[in-house]
């Protein structure tokens, strides 16, 4: 099993910037792929980005040039730095972690709201 605790959201104005932690536990050396998804009440989860174990990254073509995705191995933390922050970025983020071999994310965070104002 994994566990996976995220924090770091709050509340920002348009063109600010958080960033958001994830530390995972448990069988961590299971883990291929790291993930940031985002959902917003009445539209579909969307995956913001991704990384993997060699360092390899992709994002969502809505947060290219803003967001960053990141990993800290030695400790078990992956990041996702958010900058100019727009209204549309508001939804619960959720950190998902890959387990070796399966193809999918299988392990997910709480949760945690960023809200943007405009």
């Known amino acids: 099993q994994v566990q996976l605790v995220e924090s770091g959201g709050g509340l920002v104005q348009a063109g600010g910037s958080l960033r958001l932690s994830c530390v995972a536990s448990?069988?961590?050396?299971?883990?291929?792929?790291m993930g940031w998804y985002r959902q917003a009440p009445g539209k579909q989860r969307e995956l913001v980005a991704g990384i993997t174990s060699g360092g390899i990254t992709w994002n969502a073509d809505s947060v290219k040039g803003r967001f960053t995705i990141s990993r800290d191995n030695a400790k078990n933390t992956t990041y996702l730095q958010m900058n100019s922050l727009k209204a549309d970025d508001t939804a619960v983020y959720y950190c998902a972690a890959a387990p070796r071999g399966l193809g999918r994310y299988a392990y997910w965070g709480q949760g945690t709201q960023v809200t943007v104002s405009s």
């Open positions: 448990g069988s961590i050396f299971s883990i291929d792929v």
